[in-house]
């Protein structure tokens, strides 16, 4: 197993501040067209939107980390997540059906079942950054590996739940995230003042 970190050293990337799986997830998320294509594949195929936008971070990060560690996140996250953000998902959507509550109360209720929902998914992405790091660190050689092999990303994951065209929705939702992603500042720096 080995681990390929291109554009910055696993321990740079380990010592950042805050949250840069969160950070990126809510840029690129709150562009309409990842948000539809997410949701997409999450209630046709039951993709996991946290896996898919952590797919898409390893992707800009040029990181690479083995097919063989997907068993751990699926467990630690796709698992987690079921149990919790489903279930508060379900919740939100039979709100308005019950007809048990006015409309004024089943949105109050809406708005903390959202925050929670917010609150979990916020949770299972720093629980994906530290694998991440738990992965990188674990390696003899965090510079090392393969990136010609079998790694974690976008089309793995979409194949291996399934989804058809797996190489298409992966090419066109990496696309959006890439175009989506701020110039990094470091070429940046002969702009215009």
């Known amino acids: 197993m080995g681990v390929t970190v291109e554009n910055s050293s696993a321990q740079s990337l380990g010592n950042r501040i805050g949250n840069p799986l969160w950070d990126?997830?809510?840029?690129?998320?709150?562009?309409p067209e990842i948000a539809k294509k997410s949701l997409a594949l999450q209630n046709e195929y039951n993709?996991?939107?946290?896996?898919?936008?952590?797919?898409c971070w390893l992707d800009s990060e040029g990181l690479y980390l083995p097919v063989?560690?997907?068993?751990e996140v699926l467990i630690s996250i796709d698992t987690v997540s079921m149990q919790t953000v489903a279930k508060l998902r379900e919740v939100r959507r039979a709100l308005l059906q019950t007809g048990s509550f006015t409309k004024v109360q089943a949105q109050h209720i809406k708005k903390h079942i959202l925050k929670a929902e917010l609150l979990v998914e916020k949770l299972l992405l720093q629980r994906l950054e530290d694998l991440t790091w738990k992965f990188l660190l674990s390696q003899d050689n965090p510079q090392g590996g393969d990136k010609t092999a079998q790694n974690i990303d976008l089309?793995?994951?979409l194949d291996f739940i399934g989804v058809p065209n797996a190489r298409a929705n992966s090419a066109l939702m990496l696309g959006a995230c890439r175009r989506e992603m701020p110039v990094p500042v470091a070429t940046n720096l002969n702009a215009p003042v």
């Open 24 to 31: 990126f997830s809510m840029h690129v998320y709150s562009q």
């Open 47 to 55: 993709a996991n939107v946290n896996i898919i936008l952590w797919c």
């Open 68 to 71: 063989a560690w997907m068993d």
């Open 155 to 157: 089309f793995y994951y």
